[in-house]
């Protein structure tokens, strides 16, 4: 889900992570906008030299690029800024979505550059302990030997975007807020989405932006049929491991190439044989020259957020408790994930995604810690607080409509952070399989009794392609005895809870009532699940997506009923 489409990333060129010249592979694929006729960056950081002030650093939305471009043209911009407004111009036409990572066309005949990390579940999913591809990399010798994406692979391509900011207000009653607010505007989207997708093919999203003050239609090509088409070894594509990553300078191979493929007219299509190469109309050349210390470099991407506008208290919780909680949890579920599969090949291939996944979530956050350790973030942001409600109490209108905001929202913040330990552990179940499989089949049975146009986004008919192509890959990232281990230390955390965070239903179902070794009743309880359990058949769970409700509140299964 990208929440925020089409961000930039600005940070100083003078960091000291960020100096040095780049490996030569990196150079290669450096597309800059500091020399004519070349576009910018595939998958670099966007820098600009510290003299132009740290308010210009950070993620931007493209069509704010003009309000600062005077800045951007004296840090090095060649192209005008106000090419980068334009989604489906050039070179912005060339930036698609893979649904969950960023990635670029790079030739008239489909061919798609991405991270590495974001192909891995397609190299994962196509791999077996005697072809694995993930160890040894993987090139198609002609179109003919490209590898079928995992399911549920796409390439979305933005066709158009429009402002909608006063449709969905409008729809919103007088004076309405919390739950009533969030239907309304949940309601509208989904009329603005229905009208949008009429065209098929197409998957539109409405995005919101600060705070639900805008929103803007996103419609976007969905391609479907997306197959492999090069990935490097392990000894490029992982080298050093994961110490590098995010990290410069950097010297791994980070990128693999996909090709995007749709029906004989140029539309899309599920996979086929008679499928061709789709023609994108913007594609981005790749600049030989490679990039210097101090040139300016733009990345160009779907991030998903910003933080941007965080309150200083929501950064001093980032810091103080979310980046360190977050290190702490994939260094564990790492460690159990390594513990369960070693001397299983099957297994280790089978978690070989999640483990890049994890560690990738983990690396992220160290690095978060560690630049908040030496900046002054937390302070800046308290003297912009300070001056913000010095400039609303200047005026007796702003001070009548937003003189009490800021303690408003501390107040939910704090409250808030009562229950953020509970919070985690109860949205970390979902990331046991098993336990997600049974509640989404539940979930998706209650909405399915309602119309289509009245169900929550995510559960209408069309989300069910995803559904399946979720569930069906499952069948090669599954394992009975790592998710096991994986659920039992996150209810042993979920049980070290205080007895009034805990829910009493949950401590019932796993024996946490009245035995002091929480560990043991754990173990027991998920032993009996595991061993009665039918979803550990693939079959069983992709017919769980079809069960009605009356079906499921009958089934005996121990994670249907759980």
Not at 480 to 502: F, G, I, S
Request: hydrophobic share 40%; proline share 5%; charged share 25%.
């Amino acid at each position: 889900m990208f929440a925020r489409l089409g961000m930039l990333d600005v940070r100083s060129s003078t960091s000291p992570r960020l100096s040095g010249r780049k490996p030569h592979w990196v150079r290669h694929l450096a597309a800059l906008a500091t020399k004519p006729g070349k576009i910018f960056g595939l998958v670099l950081v966007l820098t600009i030299p510290s003299v132009i002030g740290q308010a210009t650093e950070g993620m931007w939305l493209p069509d704010q690029l003009p309000k600062i471009g005077a800045a951007l043209e004296a840090a090095g911009l060649k192209t005008p800024p106000e090419n980068f407004a334009d989604l489906t111009g050039d070179p912005m036409g060339a930036i698609v979505s893979l649904g969950g990572c960023s990635a670029s066309f790079v030739s008239p005949e489909g061919l798609v550059v991405t991270n590495h990390h974001c192909a891995y579940g397609t190299i994962q999913f196509n791999s077996t302990e005697e072809h694995n591809f993930l160890e040894d990399g993987f090139l198609a010798a002609g179109l003919g030997d490209e590898l079928a994406g995992a399911p549920g692979s796409r390439v979305y391509v933005t066709e158009s975007f429009s402002d909608v900011t006063d449709r969905v207000l409008a729809a919103i009653p007088p004076g309405a807020d919390g739950a009533v607010r969030f239907a309304a505007v949940e309601e509208a989207e989904k009329k603005i989405i229905a009208e949008c997708e009429k065209t098929p093919g197409h998957r539109c999203k409405v995005a919101s932006f600060f705070g639900g003050a805008a929103y803007r239609l996103y419609d976007q090509l969905e391609i479907r049929d997306v197959r492999l088409v090069y990935a490097p070894p392990s000894s490029i594509g992982k080298y050093g491991g994961d110490i590098d990553n995010w990290m410069w300078p950097r010297h791994t191979g980070d990128f693999s190439f996909y090709r995007a493929w749709v029906g004989p007219d140029g539309k899309p299509a599920d996979p086929s044989p008679d499928n061709v190469p789709f023609k994108p109309k913007h594609w981005l050349r790749i600049g030989v020259e490679g990039v210097d210390a101090g040139d300016f470099v733009m990345v160009v991407g779907y991030p998903g957020r910003t933080n941007r506008y965080r309150l200083a208290s929501e950064v001093e919780e980032a810091i103080q408790w979310t980046y360190p909680q977050r290190v702490q949890r994939r260094r564990e579920s790492l460690e159990i994930i390594e513990s369960e599969t070693a001397d299983r090949p099957q297994a280790a291939l089978a978690y070989a995604a999640w483990i890049s996944y994890m560690n990738n979530s983990m690396k992220n956050a160290q690095g978060m810690e560690a630049g908040f350790a030496y900046s002054q973030s937390v302070a800046r942001k308290r003297e912009l607080e300070t001056e913000l409600a010095a400039w609303i109490a200047a005026d007796p209108e702003r001070e009548a409509r937003w003189g009490d905001a800021l303690d408003e929202l501390e107040a939910i913040l704090t409250e808030e952070r009562v229950h953020r330990a509970r919070d985690q552990e109860l949205s970390s179940l979902k990331f046991n399989q098993l336990v997600s499989a049974a509640t989404t089949a539940y979930r998706l049975a209650r909405e399915r009794e309602k119309p289509d146009a009245d169900r929550k986004l995510g559960y209408q008919e069309r989300d069910m392609r995803r559904r399946r192509a979720r569930m069906a890959r499952m069948a090669r990232s599954f394992d009975a005895q790592v998710d096991m281990a994986l659920l039992q230390h996150t209810l042993e955390n979920y049980a070290a809870l205080p007895e009034v965070e805990r829910l009493e239903a949950l401590d019932k179902w796993f024996g946490l009532e009245d035995d002091d070794d929480s560990a043991t009743a754990i173990q027991t309880t998920l032993h009996g699940m595991y061993t009665a359990t039918s979803l550990t058949d693939a079959a069983e769970r992709m017919a769980l997506l079809d069960a009605d409700r009356a079906t499921l509140e009958a089934s005996e299964d121990p994670f249907v009923e759980l």
